[in-house]
């Protein structure tokens, strides 16, 4: 076995751990690393739809203002390293197995007051991954919720709230106001925070927390304001109140104007500290690629990826899938356990002619046939064990002029995108 291998297959071992919030680990851990965290300025996202695409596009801009920018990211589709980037690359194998085995020395020789579970790692990975690479600034995807993710061991220089859903209830509180204050509690003391329009009670914690923390707090459509401009399979175009001016984004679907929208914002906000031009903003927004967001992968026919995993992603995948030609309409679908499967298929389903529902090879990921029961009612509805066979089904049944659409966990997705590319990854 490989020296690569066996750090990842360490690594994913820890996943059988389960989720442990909290941060006494990652804080131990990181200053025995000599707290890397410190070393580079950060933006901090958190949120229930749309916090990777902000995430993708701040760091965009960071790059085209010319800084040397870390990504860090969570889950990631095909490949472990996708998680963290440096100026959009990934890092090797060799230095991947070296930092591992850094950690794993660290874990052999010292105490913690947990056993440290694969994210708590991962993140330390990519902070020291980051310093390694003396990283200017760095936008930070919060994993879970934020007040316990072992990611709110950061700084930042501005905080982002995308928009909140029920989601992790187990984790995070069974109402809407719990979850907005696991999400809200990413805000600092004196650190401005932008944040999405939100639900009454989410949004009444949010300000709260801002106020009771003396941070700025801009919400969309009540301090800044955002127009769709245009949509189409390439892209949106965006009119935003703070630059003035209209923008393109290559990310298909009205829902990404929302997201433009708080990415520039937050970029105004750095320019209080750092310099970050309304030239670098527009050209960093027009550079953004994000993988799996409504991405057309194959002409013939029609295919798109698309990680919708929650009813409010369902619903605004599902108002954008007039713009895909193509007949008939075949959907493959495969989410997690801890999502609600059955309130995303009752709004995404009745808009496809045949549903094929998979599994991806996670443990936390609903049987083809649990996923065929949250699609109950649908008139062409079956179960297919594995999302490469799913797939192929979906294709033929399409045909070479039909529309094919693969959605649901990013690990579903990751496999649809691995198998129809022929690539490989950890």
């Known amino acids: 076995?490989?020296?690569?291998?066996?750090?990842?297959?360490?690594?994913?071992?820890?996943?059988?751990?389960?989720?442990?919030?909290?941060?006494?680990?990652?804080?131990?851990?990181?200053?025995?690393?000599?707290?890397?965290?410190?070393?580079?300025?950060?933006?901090?996202?958190?949120?229930?739809?749309?916090?990777?695409?902000?995430?993708?596009?701040?760091?965009?801009?960071?790059?085209?203002?010319?800084?040397?920018?870390?990504?860090?990211?969570?889950?990631?589709?095909?490949?472990?390293?996708?998680?963290?980037?440096?100026?959009?690359?990934?890092?090797?194998?060799?230095?991947?197995?070296?930092?591992?085995?850094?950690?794993?020395?660290?874990?052999?020789?010292?105490?913690?007051?947990?056993?440290?579970?694969?994210?708590?790692?991962?993140?330390?990975?990519?902070?020291?991954?980051?310093?390694?690479?003396?990283?200017?600034?760095?936008?930070?995807?919060?994993?879970?919720?934020?007040?316990?993710?072992?990611t709110n061991i950061i700084k930042p220089r501005c905080s982002v709230i995308t928009r909140l859903s029920m989601e992790h209830t187990g984790f995070l509180g069974d109402t809407l106001?719990?979850?907005?204050?696991?999400?809200?509690?990413?805000?600092?003391?004196?650190?401005?925070?932008?944040?999405?329009?939100?639900?009454?009670?989410?949004?009444?914690?949010?300000?709260?927390?801002?106020?009771?923390?003396?941070?700025?707090?801009?919400?969309?459509?009540?301090h800044f304001l955002a127009d769709c401009v245009k949509r189409d399979m390439n892209g949106v175009t965006v009119a935003l109140s703070s630059l003035g001016m209209q923008v393109r984004v290559g990310l298909p679907g009205r829902y990404q104007c929302e997201n433009v929208a708080l990415a520039a914002e937050c970029a105004m906000v750095l320019a209080d500290t750092i310099e970050v031009s309304h030239e670098s903003i527009i050209a960093g927004l027009s550079k953004v690629r994000w993988p799996g967001r409504l991405e057309i992968v194959r002409d013939s026919p029609l295919t798109v990826l698309d990680v919708t995993h929650t009813p409010d992603g369902a619903r605004a995948v599902s108002s954008e899938l007039d713009m895909f030609p193509g007949s008939p309409r075949v959907l493959v679908v495969g989410m997690l356990r801890d999502k609600d499967a059955k309130g995303a298929m009752t709004i995404m389903s009745p808009k496809f002619d045949h549903v094929i529902c998979t599994s991806s090879h996670s443990d936390r990921a609903l049987s083809p046939q649990e996923m065929k029961a949250a699609c109950a009612g649908h008139k062409s509805c079956r179960a297919i064990a594995g999302v490469d066979k799913a797939v192929k089904a979906a294709m033929r049944k399409a045909g070479p002029k039909g529309f094919v659409m693969i959605c649901g966990s990013l690990y579903t997705v990751g496999e649809a995108m691995q198998f129809l590319e022929g690539g490989n990854g950890p």
């Open 177 to 222: 106001g719990k979850i907005a204050y696991e999400k809200a509690s990413i805000i600092k003391d004196s650190v401005p925070v932008i944040s999405s329009p939100q639900e009454p009670q989410a949004m009444k914690v949010i300000s709260w927390m801002a106020k009771s923390r003396a941070a700025p707090l801009s919400v969309l459509g009540d």
């Open 1 to 150: 076995m490989s020296a690569i291998k066996e750090d990842i297959d360490w690594l994913f071992s820890l996943e059988n751990m389960g989720i442990k919030l909290g941060l006494s680990n990652i804080r131990s851990l990181l200053s025995m690393l000599g707290d890397p965290q410190d070393r580079f300025g950060t933006v901090h996202v958190a949120g229930s739809n749309g916090k990777g695409s902000v995430s993708a596009m701040t760091a965009s801009i960071l790059r085209s203002a010319g800084y040397r920018t870390g990504l860090y990211t969570s889950p990631h589709l095909v490949r472990y390293t996708e998680r963290m980037t440096v100026d959009g690359n990934e890092m090797d194998d060799v230095r991947l197995s070296k930092m591992i085995g850094e950690v794993r020395e660290l874990l052999d020789s010292r105490q913690f007051p947990h056993p440290l579970t694969f994210f708590e790692i991962t993140t330390a990975l990519a902070f020291l991954y980051f310093s390694d690479e003396n990283v200017e600034e760095a936008v930070i995807e919060v994993g879970m919720g934020g007040r316990l993710d072992a």
